[in-house]
């Protein structure tokens, strides 16, 4: 026998790292399939789960969850908001007498994707006196995840240890409920622990409809305000969402797992001003953690000659900015790819906040591939085998990655879309406060509609912000060049009811849903 503290053959005898950890959430009854994934997920990383829940959940969890650890809470929310959510405060209060030293708190729907030993050391290294947090990623199904989008609006994981316990007041926030995501995040912020932000996608979440209680958002949402108001201006609740989110990027370190190639020559094919001058495009590229970034300034395609020398290539414009880890953080996932594509964030200040695969393809318009080419970072030996990938990339073996890394306004997004069709003939469908943001946006840059488009036949012949209103039973008979389907909400069934009646090539989506 092999005498106490020592180890005859210490490769033989594996140490999960992640066993230091208790992994906190609060499984929900119902919702089993998706929860089970996710418990066994964590599981499998060597996590100790806890979950803490009310006497009678833990009656109906127990059986199903036989390796989570059942903590039975000593007070919920039932009686401020009807249903036993668990305070936030009850989770804190549960780490101080555990006797663990490193913890993580999870939404019980994210299941964690196998983690890498780098993503392991990150998990150690910064949780040490700091946070570590992130967002998911939405999908379609967690056994499919290469799809999927990063939601960028909200942060589902969160590991620390024993010095994040003591930072918070106590509050009404509870796991589940909204802001409480923003609270665990923004108050260590404030106080001086270093935030680290996790921007890969080892978090998955399987999309499914979200609809809060107006009144909990709103009671919660202004608890949040109250702390937020003396350090943080914002206009109302909506606002708020943005600009924490916003001062939470900005003071929060970027990790990310470096995969495969640490080094690399990249040639940025630039369209703008001249290399030498300053611009907001120029800057970002000064910026970048990668070395060996050198521009091509040309407004065409670049020669084979002109590649020779370089593992990559990117194709930028005045005015995008690119943040500055892109390309390490591309060229890190790229791999043997022929291509790597990001997300598109477009950002608004009321709160909206949506990432997209911007499309490509043969049935793309100009200005669409224009905006996707933003997005992707090429193999050289791509266009030098196949140049006319420089339009149309799908045709190669190419890796999506959902994280916005290019980001614009709504604003900014909508008028690069548009200023391939200046002087065109434009309506809009849709009568709500999307089109208002938009009627406002073109009326500052004199962008003439000819209407807007109903289904509500009360509308038609009064006007929307000055704007005639037309019923959509006339879409086939009113000559326009361009219909902007002007929703986020009901894209999908607005361009399903359009489509049947207008040519593709004339609609335009904003979100690709």
């Known amino acids: 026998m092999t005498p106490h503290g020592e180890f005859a053959t210490p490769e033989l005898i594996p140490m999960n790292r992640l066993e230091s950890f208790c992994l906190a ?58 249903k036993p959510y668990i305070y936030f405060d009850e989770f804190l209060d549960f780490f101080k007498s555990s006797g663990y030293k490193r913890f993580g708190l999870i939404n019980s729907d994210i299941v964690l994707t196998p983690l890498t030993g780098e993503v392991k050391d990150l998990l150690l290294k910064h949780t040490d006196r700091a946070l570590l947090f992130g967002c998911r990623m939405n999908v379609d199904s967690v056994e499919a995840p290469h799809d999927g989008l990063m939601y960028h609006q909200g942060f589902d994981f969160f590991f620390f240890d024993e010095h994040y316990l003591h930072l918070f007041p106590r509050s009404n926030f509870c796991i589940g409920l909204p802001w409480w995501d923003y609270w665990a995040v923004m108050v260590p912020v404030l106080k001086g622990l270093p ?65 495969h190639r640490p080094k690399a020559d990249i040639v940025v094919v630039y369209d703008g001003e001249d290399p030498a001058r300053d611009s907001p495009a120029l800057r970002a590229l000064h910026r970048q953690t990668m070395e060996g970034i050198h521009v091509l300034r040309s407004n065409a ?78 193999a050289k ?3 030098l085998r196949n140049p006319d990938a420089v339009d149309d ?6 890796r999506f990655l959902g994280i916005g890394l290019i980001q614009q306004s709504l604003g900014q997004y909508v008028l690069e879309r548009l200023r391939f069709h200046t002087g065109a003939k434009l309506y809009l469908y849709g009568t709500g406060s999307h089109s208002k943001i938009l009627l406002d946006l073109f009326k500052a840059n004199g962008i003439k509609i000819g209407g807007v488009f109903s289904p509500d036949i009360r509308l038609h012949d009064t006007e929307f912000e000055g704007v005639p209103v037309i019923h959509d039973r006339f879409l086939n008979t009113l000559d326009f060049d361009k219909l902007l389907i002007s929703s986020y909400s009901f894209e999908k069934v607005i361009y399903e009811r359009v489509a049947r009646i207008v040519p593709e090539h004339k609609i335009m989506r904003l979100y690709y849903l």
């Open 195 to 259: 935030a680290r932000r996790m921007l890969a996608p080892i978090a998955l979440h399987r999309k499914h409809e979200v609809k809060w209680d107006p009144n909990i958002w709103k009671s919660l949402g202004e608890e949040f305000a109250q702390f937020l108001k003396p350090v943080l201006s914002f206009t109302d609740l909506k606002n708020m969402a943005h600009v924490s989110v916003a001062y939470i990027e900005e003071m929060s370190d970027v990790l990310f797992v470096r995969r």
């Open 25 to 82: 959430t609060s499984i929900a009854p119902g919702n089993a399939e998706n929860q089970s994934k996710a418990v066994k997920s964590w599981l499998r990383e060597g996590f100790h789960v806890v979950s803490i829940n009310c006497r009678r959940e833990i009656e109906e969890l127990s059986g199903l969850y036989p390796q989570v650890r059942f903590v039975e809470s000593n007070r919920d929310a039932r009686d401020k908001f009807a």
């Open 393 to 398: 990339w799908t045709v190669e073996n190419g």
């Open 381 to 383: 030996e791509t266009l």
């Open 301 to 378: 395609r670049p020669a084979a000659s002109e590649l020779q020398g370089f593992d990559y290539v990117y194709f930028m414009e005045e005015g995008d900015v690119i943040p500055p880890y892109f390309f390490e953080l591309m060229c890190s996932e790229i791999g043997d790819s022929a291509f790597i594509q990001c997300g598109f964030r477009i950002l608004q200040d009321t709160g909206f906040d949506f990432t997209l695969r911007l499309p490509a393809g043969p049935n793309a318009s100009l200005e669409e591939k224009r905006l996707a080419r933003k997005t992707v970072v090429f």
